[in-house]
């Protein structure tokens, strides 16, 4: 109820082949752009999965991250560092829309992602994707990974950290926070590396079929290998690409 809310948002919706649009006055001219961004996202990441949403996907989108603040969506204060989110509970995804171009286009690719991880991993099950304990690094570092959202800032950590001998263990521990993110997305990039692009998609499925075991379980079906071998290879993908040796 503190929750400030500045302005009026008068919606309306517009219907794409995959998506319910919600948009305003404001930011009818984006929305073309929009729709355009949103289904070719979702033709991408549906081929790459090889799986279709069965039901419509809400977007909401806004002018501004300051407009964004403003979404009675979640009711909780949104601080300046989130920069889009999507919600299970109604298949929903939710974010501001000022930013270039480029990185709208991956905004709304990882965003999307996260939508097709509920319906993948959890069936579109709430109850079950709220109390399964998917490692953060998995599903942020594969919507980053679908996103394409790393930029050099984040090669620059991620160079950092195999220079400091500070790679984790991820089969091993969880991982939160920024790190969840680059170093998840590094292993996707590692899998496709290791074993093909094809290898990771089949990796989302095994980690579906053994949901709610540890991890090392679903890369030992898939890969063969233990979690402790997995880290290995994994440290020695990040030596060779950030030091090249």
């Excluded at 809400?58 to 991250?65: D, F, G, T």
């Excluded at 979404?71 to 949104?78: D, K, M, P, R």
């Excluded at 319906?119 to 690094?137: D, H, M, S, V």
């Excluded at 899998?191 to 290898?199: L, Q, R, V």
Aim: charged fraction near 25%.
């Amino acid at each position: 109820e503190n929750k400030i809310e500045y302005d009026q948002f008068q919606w309306r919706t517009y219907k794409s082949t995959h998506f319910v649009i919600y948009f305003y006055d404001k930011e009818k001219p984006a929305l073309q752009k929009v729709a355009s961004y949103a289904e070719s996202a979702y033709d991408d990441i549906s081929r790459q999965l090889n799986f279709q949403i069965p039901k419509a996907i809400n977007l909401i989108y806004y002018a501004s991250h300051s407009d964004f603040e403003q979404t009675n969506t979640l009711l909780n204060f949104i601080p300046e560092g989130v920069g889009a989110f999507a919600l299970p509970s109604r298949n929903r995804m939710v974010l501001p829309i000022d930013s270039p171009d480029e990185k709208l286009q991956q905004l709304i690719a990882h965003e999307l992602t996260h939508v097709f991880q509920f319906e993948i991993l959890f069936g579109g099950n709430y109850l079950r994707a709220a109390t399964t304990n998917a490692p953060q690094w998995l599903t942020e570092g594969m919507a980053s990974y679908f996103g394409n959202d790393e930029d050099n800032k984040d090669r620059m950590v991620l160079r950092d950290a195999v220079l400091a001998d500070q790679v984790p263990e991820v089969t091993k521990r969880g991982i939160g926070g920024f790190f969840a993110y680059r170093f998840g997305h590094a292993v996707f990039d590692f899998i496709a590396a290791e074993w093909g692009k094809d290898a990771v998609r089949e990796f989302v499925y095994e980690f579906r079929n053994s949901i709610g075991a540890s991890i090392e379980k679903s890369v030992h079906r898939q890969f063969n290998i233990d979690g402790e071998d997995f880290d290995i290879r994994f440290r020695r993908y990040l030596r060779q690409r950030y030091l090249k040796i």
